[in-house]
């Protein structure tokens, strides 16, 4: 078994250093068969918002309401992110790139009855993510859930990195609450508009 994830591990690298632009990438992981993820998954969700923003969140894998819709963030998460973002001067519908965000998720493709991915999965398609942030080329990073940190810090336990600047392929990042988290623990509201302010004063320097 571990040579199979060996294997798809390298297979996973060649065919995300061989996308040479944002396209190409996508029909990279679209055409990657070794993630068995995307035989269960209803939609691909590849990214949302304007690639030359200079904020690029990665979030948590798909979940059932963005698996329906094929979007990075769906329903209320959305919602509330989409408010969240307002409160900085961040949207990712602006046409300035100093004032948008660009929103990927980690894993393109939603684990069944809405599970944590595994680390295997999370490796297998981490190239792909490590391409992705080559080509959109942010200022910076934030990384909104369990599974961005797992795959891009090596790292997880949400509550204990929030908060925290580190870098991520040589850039500025910070970890913090996925909405849907915050949608389920409504206490740690005050702890992620701490972390708002933090990504807010930190764009600032940019």
Partial sequence: YAAVVADSLEQARTAAEAATDLPGLRAAIEAFGLCP????????????????????IVVDAPALDEDRQGIPVAGQAAALLDHMLAAIGLSKTADDPAK????????????PQDRDPTQDEIAMLAPFMRRHIDLVAPRLLVLM?????????????????????????DRPAIAMFHPADLLRNPHEKARAWDDLLSLQAKIRTL
């Fill in 37 to 56: 993820l995307s035989l269960t998954a209803r939609n691909f969700v590849f990214a949302d918002g304007p690639p030359d923003a200079h904020v690029m």
């Fill in 100 to 111: 948008s965000v660009y929103i990927a998720p980690m894993l393109p493709w939603r684990p």
């Fill in 145 to 169: 859930g369990n599974h961005p940190c797992q795959g891009l810090l090596d790292r997880k336990g949400i509550s204990r990195l929030r908060g925290n600047w580190t870098q991520v392929m």
